[in-house]
């Protein structure tokens, strides 16, 4: 069955920087683009980035773009988000996301599974 | 940027009732457009893609209607396990996100 469990969150400063991991098991992950979407403390999901099946494409949001990089390793099966300069309006539960069709190369494609999310709080 | 809006924001109802969530995006995006289920504490679960397509898995209860800019969501026969908080999104351009129906009982 499709897994993805996401780890790396944690308290940073504002400015700071946070690496979260994405690992993904139950499905060919090289075929699949994958999303990052997060959600502030009791608010709605909100899109942050998306990464094509090969890496070759990668989409932002505008609240990220130029701060946050989303990348993969294929071979080990594993999306990645790096922040950097971290605000606290950052804050917020972030979820990997899989692509429901194989081999979507933009963001038009719908997600089918979700991880369990992982807390990133930015504070001093 | 396509807006995405959601109405109601809150819904209260009983078990047994029909409900229908409606979603408005600011311009037409076709039937790209993904209905997900919330529970407090959970990560979303999705339901519908295509607007009106089921996920595998995803009970018939649940239908999805729509095109251009107006989509509904309508759960039949609510059950307890189905108060939770729905959000819509477009995925036509950049994905966008309802604000969000929170279902509640009554």
């Known amino acids: 069955q499709v897994q993805l469990v996401e780890s790396g969150g944690g308290v940073v400063q504002p400015g700071g920087s946070l690496r979260l991991s994405c690992a993904a098991s139950?499905?060919?992950?090289?075929?699949?683009?994958m999303h990052w979407v997060r959600q502030a403390p009791g608010k709605g999901l909100e899109w942050v980035a998306f990464i094509r099946y090969d890496g070759s494409n990668k989409y932002y949001a505008d609240s990220v773009k130029g701060r946050f990089t989303i990348s993969r390793d294929n071979s080990k099966n594993t999306l990645y988000l790096q922040m950097n300069s971290l605000r606290a309006e950052d804050t917020a539960v972030y979820y990997c996301?899989?692509?429901?069709?194989?081999?979507?190369?933009?963001?038009?494609?719908?997600?089918?599974?979700w991880g369990q999310g992982t807390l990133v709080t930015v504070s001093s | 940027d396509i807006q995405m809006t959601q109405s109601p924001s809150s819904l209260s109802a009983s078990v047994g009732d029909r409900v229908t969530i409606t979603c408005r995006a600011s311009?037409?995006?076709?039937?790209?457009l993904a209905w997900f289920q919330q529970k407090p504490g959970k990560a979303p679960k999705s339901l519908i893609y295509?607007?009106?397509s089921l996920q595998s898995g995803v009970p018939s209860k649940f239908s999805g209607s729509g095109s251009g800019t107006d989509f509904t969501l309508t759960i039949s026969s609510l059950q307890p396990e189905d108060f939770a908080t729905y959000y819509c999104q477009q995925y036509n351009s950049y994905p966008s996100f309802g604000q969000g129906t929170r279902l509640e009982i009554k």
């Open positions: 996301a899989k692509d429901r069709a194989l081999y979507c190369s933009s963001t038009s494609c719908p997600i089918d599974y």
């Open positions: 311009q037409g995006i076709s039937n790209y």
């Open positions: 139950g499905f060919t992950f090289s075929s699949y683009g």
């Open positions: 295509a607007a009106s």
